[in-house]
T-cell receptor
Framework: EAGVTQFPSHSVIEKGQTVTLRCDPISGHDNLYWYRRVMGKEIKFLLHFVKESKQDESGMPNNRFLAERTGGTYSTLKVQPAELEDSGVYFC?????????????FGSGTQLSVL | QKEVEQDPGPLSVPEGAIVSLNCTYSNSAFQYFMWYRQYSRKGPELLMYTYSSGNKEDGRFTAQVDKSSKYISLFIRDSQPSDSATYLCAMTDGNTGFQKLVFGTGTRLLVSP
């Protein structure tokens, strides 16, 4: 069974440009999460989808970030326009069961560098 | 003040040593405590999961939770070079979702042969 897949693995863009990150969850997983790790800091929750609906977007830093999950399958996270402080590693995670942290699986992340 | 504090390391030990990794936290509502292992360029992988206070053992790994002190630990016995990774503690209160986790910054562990 394929794990959580994220594309691209690494993206380098200039300040002011737009970047779109993609996450393919494990097949059948209704719950999809985005987390972010800014350099030197802890991994922080961004938002949670249940199927195509945003269940909790309390961690989204500002309105330059737009997450979508059309059709309840893969998800995209767009940053527009990107700022220097957006650099970091963006992780996606998915789970089938909301009731346990044991069943949450992370992707390898997208390393975003904004120059 | 961060909700979860974790020494970033690096922590260097020889093969076979007992390793102790720790986190402290400030939110008394946290009930579920996890330890993740993260290899370079990979995502976090769940190692241990504990509910409330007490100990849990899995092979060479033991997780301890002391809620009265707001302190959690992960012990690794007979450490191996393959244990070299970043270890992240994470926790949640379970009310806002078991999978909305609050992480520590991670401790980098280096086990030398």
């Amino acid at each position: 069974e394929a794990g959580v897949t994220q594309f691209p693995s690494h993206s380098v863009i200039e300040k002011g440009q737009t970047v779109t990150l993609r996450c393919d969850p494990i097949s059948g997983h209704d719950n999809l999460y985005w987390y972010r790790r800014v350099m030197g800091k802890e991994i922080k929750f961004l938002l949670h989808f249940v199927k195509e609906s945003k269940q909790d977007e309390s961690g989204m830093p500002n309105n330059r970030f737009l997450a979508e999950r059309t059709g309840g399958t893969y998800s995209t996270l767009k940053v527009q326009p990107a700022e220097l402080e957006d650099s970091g590693v963006y992780f996606c995670a998915s789970s089938q069961d909301l009731g346990s942290a044991e069943k949450l699986f992370f992707g390898s992340g997208t390393q975003l560098s904004v120059l | 003040q961060k909700e979860v504090e974790q020494d970033p390391g690096p922590l260097s030990v020889p093969e076979g040593a007992i390793v102790s990794l720790n986190c402290t936290y400030s939110n008394s509502a946290f009930q579920y405590f996890m330890w993740y292992r993260q290899y370079s360029r990979k995502g976090p992988e769940l190692l241990m999961y504990t509910y409330s206070s007490g100990n849990k053992e899995d092979g060479r790994f033991t997780a301890q939770v002391d809620k009265s002190s707001k302190y959690i630990s992960l012990f690794i016995r007979d450490s191996q070079p393959s244990d070299s990774a970043t270890y992240l503690c994470a926790m949640t209160d379970g009310n806002t979702g078991f999978q909305k986790l609050v992480f520590g910054t991670g401790t980098r562990l280096l086990v030398s042969p």
